[in-house]
């Protein structure tokens, strides 16, 4: 007796839990809008990206296209911070050559700043020019 009375308690707890709704029964993640990074403006880079906030950090997309003969390679670099300035991890994009194009994906961690800048190397591998950090949050 005691096994059929357990047995209709859990059929009714059963069909209970069937008869929600399915946005009831599981949870909907929140939604994520991806943004456009604008680089600062070097001479010999063209840069261009996006990045999308998601629960488990930045999910950055950077692309860069070396645009004058003179410069060896060029690069555009997202700089992803934690909220004391402190730590940080980096995302980004080299293209050796002329007219040459590289683009990556990366997701960095650290969610509470971010900030983008452009550079240019020379062919001994030494930084050549470098723009201004741009703080995007």
């Known amino acids: 007796m005691l096994r059929r009375i357990s047995l ?16 009831a029964a599981t949870a909907q993640p929140a939604a994520t809008t991806t943004h456009s990074i604008t680089f600062p403006a070097l001479r010999g880079v063209k840069a ?10 930045v999910t950055l997309h950077v692309c860069d296209e070396d645009t004058v003969k003179g ?4 690069g555009a670099v997202a700089l992803a911070y934690n909220a004391g ?3 940080h991890t980096n995302g980004g994009a080299v293209a050796i050559g002329y007219h040459q194009t590289v683009c990556r994906s990366v997701l960095v961690h650290y969610t509470t700043h971010l900030m983008v800048y452009t550079a240019t190397w020379t062919k001994t591998g030494r930084m050549a020019t470098r723009s201004p950090n741009k703080v995007l949050y």
């Open 8 to 23: 209709i308690a859990a059929s009714v707890a059963m069909l209970a839990i069937s008869a929600l709704p399915a946005s």
């Open 48 to 57: 261009w990206g996006t990045y999308t906030r998601t629960s488990k950090g």
């Open 85 to 87: 300035w402190k730590l």
């Open 71 to 74: 410069v060896y390679a060029s």
